[in-house]
C-alpha cells in the first residue's frame, strides 16, 4: 500500500485501499428475521427486532422456554431496532410458529393446529419506519414461511408434511412495491391482540422480512 502522505494528496488512489468503499456496494438476498416469545397465558402485544443478537430474552431452546442469548437461530439484528450500515430492500413478509411441545405423546401436541389458528386470527400486524405505518393488517393475512401442509397423528407415530422454504417460492405476503429501510432508520413489528389469546403451550414466533440487503463493499 502507498504512504499514507501519498494517499491523501491522491483522493482517487486512496479510494482503491478502502476498508468499504460505499461507491461499489454489493446487494445480496438477505432476510432480516426476529423469534420472540409468547406465553401460554397470552399477551397483548409482542415486539419483533427489539432485541438484538448476543441479548438475552426468553425463548424455546432444547425443549423447554428460558432465558438464553440470541443466537442467529433467533435473529441477524446487530442493533435493536435499526440497522447502521446496511440498506435493506424488503419484498414480503411471513411468519413461523414454534410450538414447545412436538412430540406425539405430549399433551398439547393435538393442540398445536388450533393454537396457531388463534395467534393468527385473534391478533393484527404492524409494520413502522420511523413514526410511519408502512403496513397494518389481520396477522391471518401474513402466510407461515413453512406451513404444514397435512398432518397424521395417533397414540404411536406422527406424519407432517411441510413445505420447503425455497427463494422466489417461500409463501409470503408480497409487497407491490418494495420497502427500503435506509441505513439507522429506526423500525418496529408488532403483533397485536385483541382480549386474552391464551394457548394450552408457549410459541416462539418467527417474524421474516424477506429482502435485499446492500452493503458497502
Known amino acids: 500500500m502507498p504512504p499514507i502522505r501519498t494517499l491523501m494528496r491522491d483522493p482517487m488512489k486512496a479510494q482503491q485501499y478502502r476498508v468499504?468503499?460505499?461507491?461499489?456496494?454489493?446487494?445480496?438476498?438477505?432476510?432480516?428475521?426476529?423469534?420472540?416469545?409468547?406465553?401460554?397465558?397470552?399477551?397483548?402485544?409482542?415486539?419483533?427486532?427489539?432485541?438484538?443478537?448476543?441479548?438475552?430474552?426468553?425463548?424455546?431452546?432444547?425443549?423447554?422456554?428460558?432465558?438464553?442469548?440470541?443466537s442467529r437461530r433467533d435473529t441477524n439484528l446487530d442493533t435493536s431496532g435499526v440497522v447502521p450500515t446496511k440498506l435493506f430492500q424488503f419484498i414480503?413478509?411471513?411468519?413461523?410458529?414454534?410450538?414447545?411441545?412436538?412430540?406425539?405423546?405430549?399433551?398439547?401436541?393435538?393442540?398445536?393446529?388450533?393454537?396457531?389458528?388463534?395467534?393468527?386470527?385473534?391478533?393484527?400486524?404492524?409494520?413502522?419506519?420511523?413514526?410511519?405505518?408502512?403496513?397494518?393488517?389481520?396477522?391471518?393475512?401474513?402466510?407461515?414461511s413453512n406451513p404444514m401442509s397435512a398432518a397424521s397423528t395417533t397414540i404411536n407415530a406422527s406424519t407432517v408434511f411441510?413445505?420447503?422454504?425455497?427463494?422466489?417460492?417461500?409463501p409470503m405476503y408480497k409487497f407491490g412495491i418494495p420497502i427500503t429501510l435506509n441505513p439507522f432508520e429506526s423500525f418496529a413489528v408488532t403483533l397485536n391482540f385483541d382480549g386474552t389469546v391464551a394457548l394450552t403451550q408457549t410459541f416462539d414466533i418467527g417474524l421474516i422480512l424477506h429482502s435485499f440487503m446492500r452493503r458497502p463493499t
Open 20 to 70: 468499504t468503499n460505499p461507491n461499489k456496494p454489493e446487494d445480496l438476498y438477505q432476510p432480516l428475521y426476529d423469534r420472540v416469545n409468547y406465553a401460554a397465558a397470552g399477551a397483548s402485544q409482542i415486539s419483533f427486532f427489539s432485541t438484538q443478537l448476543g441479548q438475552s430474552a426468553t425463548l424455546i431452546r432444547a425443549g423447554s422456554a428460558a432465558s438464553v442469548t440470541k
Open 162 to 170: 411441510g413445505s420447503g422454504a425455497v427463494v422466489g417460492a417461500t
Open 92 to 144: 414480503g413478509v411471513s411468519i413461523c410458529y414454534i410450538p414447545l411441545q412436538q412430540a406425539v405423546a405430549a399433551a398439547n401436541t393435538v393442540s398445536i393446529g388450533d393454537d396457531i389458528m388463534r395467534l393468527k386470527y385473534g391478533s393484527w400486524f404492524e409494520l413502522k419506519i420511523i413514526d410511519k405505518p408502512i403496513l397494518q393488517c389481520p396477522t391471518h393475512m401474513i402466510p407461515e
